[in-house]
């Protein structure tokens, strides 16, 4: 399975206890739904994950018992590993304004004049929110634009382009010259 072919729902954390339950964080819109997607992979679809339960533990976190797992080694041995889904087994966005983190890699990144930026090659989350990653259209080292209203206040994935507005404190691509 090809990474452009799978989204990412979720990470396993640490164990949860001695019987094998482990914390689980969700990229989902309601965090509890990623139990309800059916078995999950890696990032290299090499392993399948059945989560049998799920439920809140504070905030941001759910704590999960996953089939095969049954005591804090098991657990342990999973820490870090990323789930993810095959993007044909999602359902497609309601409308326009709806698209899925991956479908923004590829996509042409632009000013509002149209002049290009370049290439968004991924989209990275540091704990602070999503940034988007842009390959310079004349090479060099990568661009990161946080993905928010104001820096990128138009997103076309029909029309294969973000439009970027560069926050004050980054330089903005020189507009050519006409």
């Known amino acids: 399975m090809a990474a452009k072919n799978l989204v990412l729902l979720g990470r396993f954390g640490a164990p949860h206890g001695?019987?094998?339950?482990?914390?689980?964080q969700s990229?989902?819109?309601?965090?509890?739904?990623?139990?309800?997607?059916?078995?999950?992979?890696?990032?290299?679809?090499?392993?399948t994950f059945k989560l049998l339960s799920v439920r809140p533990q504070g905030k941001d976190m759910l704590v999960a018992r996953v089939e095969g797992?049954?005591?804090?080694?098991?657990?342990?041995?999973?820490?870090?590993?990323?789930?993810?889904?095959?993007?044909?087994?999602?359902?497609?966005?309601?409308?326009?304004?709806?698209?899925?983190?991956?479908?923004?890699?590829?996509?042409?990144a632009e000013t509002r004049a149209g002049a290009e930026i370049g290439t968004?090659?991924?989209v990275r989350n540091f704990g602070a929110g999503e940034i988007l990653e842009v390959a310079p259209?004349?090479?060099?080292?990568?661009?990161?634009?946080p993905f928010?209203?104001?820096?990128?206040?138009?997103?076309?994935?029909?029309?294969?382009?973000?439009?970027?507005?560069p926050p004050a404190e980054i330089e903005a691509p020189e507009e050519p010259q006409g």
């Open 18 to 24: 001695v019987r094998g339950e482990m914390r689980l």
């Open 27 to 47: 990229y989902t819109g309601d965090p509890l739904a990623i139990g309800s997607y059916g078995p999950l992979t890696d990032k290299n679809g090499a392993r």
């Open 69 to 108: 797992v049954a005591d804090r080694m098991a657990a342990e041995r999973l820490t870090g590993v990323e789930l993810f889904i095959a993007r044909e087994n999602l359902p497609a966005p309601e409308d326009e304004d709806e698209f899925y983190l991956t479908d923004l890699v590829g996509l042409r």
């Open 120 to 122: 968004v090659i991924a």
């Open 137 to 145: 259209a004349g090479g060099g080292e990568t661009l990161m634009f």
């Open 148 to 165: 928010t209203r104001a820096v990128a206040p138009i997103v076309s994935v029909s029309e294969g382009r973000v439009v970027i507005e």
